[in-house]
C-alpha cells in the first residue's frame, strides 16, 4: 500500500464519518433473537429482554460459587446479548420505595415553589417533574430510607457486574405525568450527550469505550403499564459500534419506531442497560398514572485523573499571561488553545445541573470554553476571575 492510500485509511479508521455504520448490519444485528438457553440464571425472557427475579439475585449475593457467574452472565448481558436486564423485586421492600417517592415528592414541591422547573434533556422543560442528583437530595433528606434503598443487593452488583469497583453512584428522579411527551430515541452519557460535531472529535476507540464507562438503571417507583410509557428499548442496539453517530439518521429512527420493546414495570422492580443501547421514554398516555422512576446513572471509577487539580486558580493565575501573549502575537491562537487545554477543565461533568444547566445543547458549557470566550472578547482579569468563581459556585453540589 503507497503512503497516500495508508494515510487516508487511518484517518477514516480513526475519525468517524457522520455517515458511518452501514444499516443493513445494524438490522441483522437488532434481528437477533434472545434464546432462554443461553442464559442460565434468568427467570424468563420477554419481548427479547432478560428477566432476573430478585428473592434469586439476594440469595446468590451471599452464594461465594454462583455470585461471579451471575455476574458474568449480566456482563455477557450488556456486552454482546440483549444490553438490557430486568430485575423482578429488585427493592423488595414496598415501604422503602413508598417512603422514597414522599421524599421526592417533597423535594418537587419545594424546588417548585423556590421556582425552579428543572430543565431536562430531552423533554420540554416543565412537561416532565425532574430532580437532578436525587442522590444527595434523598441521602439529605432522610439518611434512614436512603440506607435502606441503596442496600439493595441487584443495585450493587449489576454495578460492580459491569463497572467493577469503586463505581460511583449518582442518580435523578424522573416523574413522566399523563400525557408526558416520548424522548427521542437516543444512547447515553458520555458521546450519547453530544452533538455529531463533538462525537466526531473523538477517536473510534473512544466511542468503543463509552460504552463501558457508565451503566444505565431505573428503579420503579410505581407500577408501569405500557400505557404510562416505561423505556422503549431496541435490544442488541448496544453492540452497534457507530451507533453514537449514525442513530440520529431517519431510517436508525424508523427502525427503532417501528422495532422497539417495551416492558411493563412493577413498583420495586430495576432494568438496567448498556448506556449504549438505544432507548428513549415512552409516552403516556394514562389518565392518572404518575410514572415515577429513580434513574440510576452509575459511573467507572476509571475516567479521573490521578491528582485533584485547582484549575480554577490556574485560571484565574494564567489568564493575564494568555492575554499578554495573545496582543503580542507571541503565541498563535491555535499555541493559546493548547495552553488552555491543559489549563482549564475541559469537560461539562460532573456539574449541578439545577445550577447549571445546559443551554442550547446538553451539556452545559466548559471551562475551556469559558476561557477562550474571555480572551476573545478582551476581558479584564478581575472580570475573567469574578466569571470563574461564578462558574465554580454553579457547578458545586
Ligand atoms: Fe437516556
Redesign the pocket.
Known amino acids: 500500500m503507497d503512503a497516500m492510500t495508508l494515510r487516508r485509511r487511518r484517518r477514516e479508521t480513526v475519525w468517524l464519518d457522520r455517515q458511518a455504520g452501514d444499516f443493513e448490519a445494524f438490522r441483522a444485528l437488532v434481528s437477533k433473537k434472545t434464546d432462554p438457553a443461553d442464559w442460565p440464571f434468568a427467570a424468563a425472557v420477554e419481548k427479547n429482554v432478560l428477566i432476573y427475579d430478585g428473592r434469586e439475585v439476594r440469595t446468590i449475593a451471599r452464594d461465594l460459587e454462583a455470585r461471579p457467574e451471575l455476574m458474568a452472565e449480566w456482563v455477557e448481558a450488556f456486552s454482546s446479548g440483549p444490553g438490557v436486564i430486568v430485575v423482578k423485586g429488585a427493592i423488595a421492600d414496598h415501604a422503602v420505595i413508598d417512603r422514597a417517592s414522599e421524599v421526592f415528592n417533597a423535594i418537587v414541591q419545594a424546588e417548585k415553589e423556590k421556582g425552579k422547573a428543572a430543565a431536562d434533556h ?1 423533554a420540554k422543560a416543565g412537561a416532565n417533574d425532574r430532580i437532578w442528583n436525587s442522590l444527595q437530595k434523598h441521602a439529605l433528606a432522610d439518611a434512614e430510607n436512603f440506607v435502606r434503598y441503596y442496600a439493595s443487593d441487584a443495585i450493587a452488583m449489576v454495578s460492580e457486574a459491569w463497572l467493577g469497583r469503586g463505581y460511583q453512584m449518582t442518580a435523578q428522579m424522573n416523574r413522566v405525568n399523563p400525557s408526558g411527551k416520548a ?1 427521542v430515541p ?3 452519557y458520555h458521546l ?1 450527550f453530544m452533538s455529531p460535531e463533538q462525537m466526531q472529535s473523538y477517536p473510534g476507540h473512544i466511542h468503543g469505550i463509552s460504552p463501558v464507562l457508565t451503566l ?1 438503571g431505573a428503579v420503579a417507583h410505581c407500577d408501569m403499564p405500557v400505557e404510562s410509557g416505561p423505556t422503549l428499548l431496541l435490544p442488541y442496539s448496544q453492540a452497534f459500534f457507530e451507533g453514537y453517530l449514525a442513530f440520529g439518521r431517519p431510517e436508525f429512527q424508523a427502525h427503532f419506531a417501528e422495532h422497539h420493546v417495551q416492558l411493563p414495570l412493577e413498583k420495586g422492580d430495576a432494568v438496567f442497560f448498556n ?1 449504549a443501547l438505544m ?3 415512552g409516552n403516556n398516555v394514562s389518565a392518572d398514572i404518575w410514572r415515577m422512576a429513580n434513574l440510576l446513572q452509575v459511573s467507572s471509577a476509571f475516567g479521573r485523573a490521578m491528582e485533584s487539580i485547582d484549575r480554577d486558580a490556574m485560571c484565574k493565575a494564567v489568564y493575564p499571561a494568555l492575554a499578554a501573549a495573545r496582543r503580542s502575537g507571541a503565541l498563535t491562537a491555535g499555541e493559546i488553545a493548547n495552553a488552555i487545554a491543559a489549563t482549564a477543565e475541559g469537560y461539562a461533568f460532573p456539574t449541578n445541573l439545577d445550577s447549571d444547566p445546559p443551554l442550547g445543547g446538553l451539556a452545559p458549557k466548559t471551562q475551556n470554553t469559558m476561557m477562550a470566550e474571555a480572551l476573545a472578547a478582551g476581558m479584564a482579569p478581575a472580570a475573567f476571575a469574578a466569571l470563574v468563581e461564578t462558574q465554580a459556585d454553579k457547578r458545586r453540589a
Open positions: 430531552f424522548q437516543h444512547r447515553d450519547g444505565q448506556p432507548h428513549g421514554a
